[in-house]
């Protein structure tokens, strides 16, 4: 069956940096894109981009262009998100969610977040 | 850019009741239009992709319909689990969600 871990909760300073990883098992990892969510505290969920795990190719949602690099290792078929130059309200719990194929840019499985905690 | 509006913004109901919620995009998405239920603490679900599609395993109370620019997604008898926030998220261009439902127990 299809999972998705993430890493574990995260407290981090303003304007350090922070990498979540999302381990995939169950399906070919390089078949899928993988996109990242995050849901900011009693918030809606924000979609922040994705990348194609074959290639490399990324596309980022204009609001984090420059800070966030997504990447991939598919020898482990594992995805990363780094976020840089942290601030209070990047205080969110972070998700990856495969795409659902073909490029399709819906979400058919999620793991279970990542809390990132910016507070200094 | 394209803006998705979902309303009510909060519903109550009974066990039993039949709801829908609405979506709304600001121009049209085709069809490229999926819902997702979170409860609380728990990743979002996907339960409807391409507007009227059912996602495997997902239970038949549950459908989607429209195309362009309006959409629904009806419960058609509320389970006691069916109590969550439920959201809407276009994939016509970058993926972008509505603000969510919360629906709770009347």
């Known amino acids: 069956q299809v999972q998705l871990v993430q890493s574990g909760a995260e407290v981090k300073k303003p304007g350090a940096s922070v990498k979540v990883s999302c381990k995939a098992s169950?399906?070919?990892?390089?078949?899928?894109?993988m996109h990242w969510v995050r849901q900011a505290p009693g918030q809606g969920l924000e979609w922040m981009g994705w990348?194609?795990?074959?290639?490399?190719?990324?596309n980022y949602a204009q609001k984090f262009q420059g800070r966030v690099t997504m990447t991939r290792d598919t020898s482990n078929s594992t995805a990363y998100m780094e976020l840089s130059r942290l601030r209070s309200d990047d205080t969110a719990v972070y998700y990856c969610a495969r795409d659902g194929g073909d490029s399709s840019w819906y979400f058919d499985y999620w793991g279970q977040g990542t809390l990132v905690t910016v507070s200094s | 850019d394209i803006q998705m509006t979902q309303s009510p913004s909060s519903l109550s109901a009974s066990v039993g009741d039949r709801v829908t919620i609405t979506c709304r995009a600001s121009q049209s998405i085709s069809s490229h239009l999926n819902w997702y239920q979170q409860k609380p603490g728990k990743a979002p679900k996907l339960l409807i992709y391409a507007a009227s599609s059912l996602q495997s395993g997902v239970p038949s109370r549950f459908s989607g319909s429209g195309s362009g620019t309006d959409f629904t997604l009806t419960i058609s008898s509320l389970q006691a689990e069916d109590f969550a926030t439920y959201y809407c998220q276009q994939s016509y261009s970058n993926p972008l969600f509505g603000q969510g439902t919360r629906l709770e127990i009347k």
């Open positions: 169950g399906y070919t990892f390089t078949g899928y894109y």
């Open positions: 990348m194609n795990s074959k290639s490399g190719g990324t």
